[in-house]
């Protein structure tokens, strides 16, 4: 079996360390070791186990076969790069965070190893530091983006183990469709504080089609044809499945939190600039947010 790191203890990370459990991962994060880490299944049952555990401070094992970065999309790039040199020349990286950005960073340092990129709609939430409940079944896509080849062993044992896990051959057009989803949800129900259900009445919807006007534009530009009446069936798709639920950008804005906003709303502008295109319904959603924001959190297209 591969020998899989987990990066990352949040909400998704420790979901990811228990779905794996078949594959023995361990979590590497910077707090102490725990006594023990719980999960609550989707039926309610509740389990523990004394964890498998690094510290960052310790290093990381010479023969991790995959690194899996589930940090927030803003932490990537500061938490990975530090490890690249530990890391064995063959170990893949799995970057699985909300949003678009790190990937063309972490690319000018990967090198010929294989990076991965990768989308999930599973839910997780945090009830305590170290209990972690699954809220929700998810669809996870995962797609080579540089490097080598991926060993048929690693990208086998994801697909068998990870719950509705499936390989995509153009990861980049999961990724826009994906980043669709949130630059609608995410920024509209902080702003509006909000469970995501609520975005289905008609007072959002005029406002939802303008923000994904731009990103369509956007990733057309990026030579990713994604079609307009497809996403907003799915954004308007995953209003209804997850009416109930609380979105992270709106967990982070009630706690204060520096959010991902940068990395969803932000990369369409960037991206827009890059191509002599503007995206004034996206750039007026970062503004917004960031004024919800800690102070230190500023646009990063500027």
């Known amino acids: 079996m591969p020998k899989v790191v987990i990066l990352g203890a949040g909400a998704i990370g420790q979901l990811l360390y228990w779905q794996l459990q078949p594959l023995t991962p361990q979590l590497l994060g910077r707090r102490p070791t725990p006594p023990?880490?719980?999960?609550?299944?989707?039926?309610?049952?509740?389990?523990?186990q004394a964890p498998r555990y690094l510290q960052l401070t310790q290093g990381i094992d010479a023969d991790t076969d995959l690194l899996i970065v589930s940090v927030?999309?803003?932490q990537v790039t500061d938490a990975l790069l530090p490890l690249l040199p530990?890391?064995?020349?063959?170990?893949?990286?799995?970057?699985?965070?909300?949003?678009?950005?790190?990937?063309?960073?972490?690319?000018?340092h990967t090198g010929t190893r294989p990076l991965l990129l990768g989308t999930t709609s599973q839910g997780a939430l945090r009830q305590k530091l170290w209990f972690v409940r699954h809220t929700g079944h998810g669809i996870t896509h995962i797609g080579q983006y540089t490097g080598v080849p991926l060993s048929q062993t690693i990208r086998h044992?994801?697909?068998?183990?990870?719950p509705d896990c499936h390989w995509q051959q153009d990861i980049l057009t999961a990724l826009w469709q994906k980043l669709a989803v949130n630059c609608a949800i995410n920024p509209l129900t902080a702003l509006h504080q909000c469970p995501n259900g609520a975005l289905a009445a008609a007072e959002f919807q005029q406002q939802i089609i303008g923000i994904i006007s731009e990103l369509q534009q956007v990733a057309a530009a990026e030579g990713q044809h994604?079609?307009?009446?497809?996403?907003?069936?799915?954004?308007?798709q995953v209003i209804n499945l997850t009416a109930n639920n609380q979105s992270s950008m709106l967990q982070d804005c009630r706690h204060h939190r520096q959010t991902e906003i940068n990395a969803i709303n932000g990369y369409v502008v960037v991206r827009a600039a890059a191509h002599g295109l503007t995206a004034p319904l996206n750039h007026d959603l970062v503004q917004r947010i960031l004024a919800l924001s800690p102070s230190s959190e500023q646009f990063l297209g500027h």
Do not use: F, W
């Open 226 to 236: 994604v079609k307009q009446n497809e996403l907003l069936a799915r954004i308007n």
């Open 72 to 74: 927030k999309a803003h």
């Open 86 to 108: 530990e890391l064995p020349s063959h170990c893949a990286i799995l970057l699985l965070h909300n949003g678009m950005g790190p990937h063309l960073d972490v690319a000018a």
């Open 157 to 162: 044992s994801l697909l068998r183990t990870l």
């Open 36 to 48: 023990r880490i719980s999960y609550q299944h989707l039926n309610g049952h509740i389990e523990h």
